[in-house]
Nanobody, 123 residues
């Protein structure tokens, strides 16, 4: 199974914004629930946000609520993560994962991961 490709990371100052993209392939991507995760150095990968295929069900981790917005454009096979009011603690490699499931406020990923995109927030 081909995993989506993440892009849009970079270096930004605290308080700034970035928009990450998760580009899927194939006709089924638009039917998949997609989640964003991140992994900071020395820490485990953690859930950030997820969105159902229709966009009707969205979950966020408490640490990003009110600052990050997940959305999708199924015509473009792309899921976005708009990140605002960034903090140094948001520094991590960000990964998207497609085809998992949402339940009880979180997303359960499939075991396949892409390369991720690095986000670095300077203080």
């Amino acid at each position: 199974q081909v995993q989506p490709v993440e892009s849009g990371g970079g270096l930004v100052q605290a308080g700034g914004s970035l928009r990450l993209s998760c580009a899927g392939s194939g006709r089924t991507f638009g039917w998949k629930t997609v989640g964003w995760f991140r992994q900071a150095p020395g820490k485990e990968r953690e859930f950030v946000a997820s969105i159902s295929w229709s966009g009707g069900s969205i979950y966020y981790a408490d640490s990003v609520k009110g600052r990050f917005t997940i959305s999708r454009d199924n015509a473009k096979n792309t899921v976005y993560l708009q990140m605002s009011s960034l903090k140094p603690e948001d520094t991590a490699v960000y990964y998207c994962n497609a085809g998992g499931s949402q339940n009880s406020g979180t997303y359960y990923p499939t075991p396949d991961w892409g390369q991720g995109t690095q986000v670095t927030v300077s203080s």
